[in-house]
T-cell receptor, first 112, second 116 residues
Framework: AQSVTQLGSHVSVSEGALVLLRCNYS??????LFWYVQYPNQGLQLLLK??????LVKGINGFEAEFKKSETSFHLTKPSAHMSDAAEYFC??????????FGDGTTLTVKP | GAVVSQHPSWVICKSGTSVKIECRSL??????MFWYRQFPKQSLMLMAT?????????EQGVEKDKFLINHASLTLSTLTVTSAHPEDSSFYIC????????????FGQGTRLTVV
């Protein structure tokens, strides 16, 4: 079975600082990995996805993630945090059929 | 990308009543759709897999008689919460994969259910 683990349920950074949200996966087959953002009382918004085309994936709003098979990781980064980045972030792995397994989520707080 | 539409976006119902939530794929056909539930401050958990023309597959611990799923067409799956109780209050969200594309799942907007 596939799974993802998000290390750190809460991450706090200052505005302008680097954002690093960690995600490790477990999969017996090449994984399809995704990062989503969820603002309060809203649905999911796709930030970026890894589907084996390139290991460094660029997404929306300045976010990117690097797939590292040797480390079974797919960490999300952003060079400079904005106040508007404060939200809940979920890493997910999909089956071929599109069934998603989510990590527990990481709450990102951005301090002024 | 493909679009999945979910309706209603929020609903308040009285304890003991039933509520139906619709999930539609607007520009593709989906033989399979997925239903998730998200309690406050928690992650999304798969409830069931909806299969067009056949019975849904429920995850362990999900009552199939309480959460009725119907997938009567290739573009519509419905989730009915029967005899709702306050503990069923949650955020319900559906998803589907466009078979013409990758494994990316397209999510509906979600439905906030409050049972009073």
């Amino acid at each position: 079975a596939q799974s993802v683990t998000q290390l750190g349920s809460h991450v706090s950074v200052s505005e302008g600082a680097l954002v690093l949200l960690r995600c490790n996966y477990s999969s017996s087959v090449p994984p399809y990995l995704f990062w989503y953002v969820q603002y309060p009382n809203q649905g999911l918004q796709l930030l970026l996805k890894y589907t084996s085309a390139a290991t460094l994936v660029k997404g929306i709003n300045g976010f990117e993630a690097e797939f590292k098979k040797s480390e079974t990781s797919f960490h999300l980064t952003k060079p400079s945090a904005h106040m508007s980045d404060a939200a809940e972030y979920f890493c997910a792995v999909n089956t071929n059929a599109g069934k998603s397994t989510f990590g527990d989520g990481t709450t990102l707080t951005v301090k002024p | 990308g493909a679009v999945v539409s979910q309706h209603p976006s929020w609903v308040i119902c009285k304890s003991g009543t039933s509520v139906k939530i619709e999930c539609r794929s607007l520009d593709f056909q989906a033989t399979t759709m997925f239903w998730y539930r998200q309690f406050p401050k928690q992650s999304l958990m798969l409830m069931a897999t909806s299969n067009e023309g056949s019975k849904a597959t429920y995850e362990q611990g999900v009552e199939k008689d309480k959460f009725l799923i119907n997938h009567a067409s290739l573009t519509l799956s419905t989730l009915t919460v029967t005899s709702a109780h306050p503990e069923d209050s949650s955020f319900y969200i559906c998803s589907a994969r466009d078979p013409r594309g990758t494994t990316e799942a397209f999510f509906g907007q979600g439905t906030r259910l409050t049972v009073v």
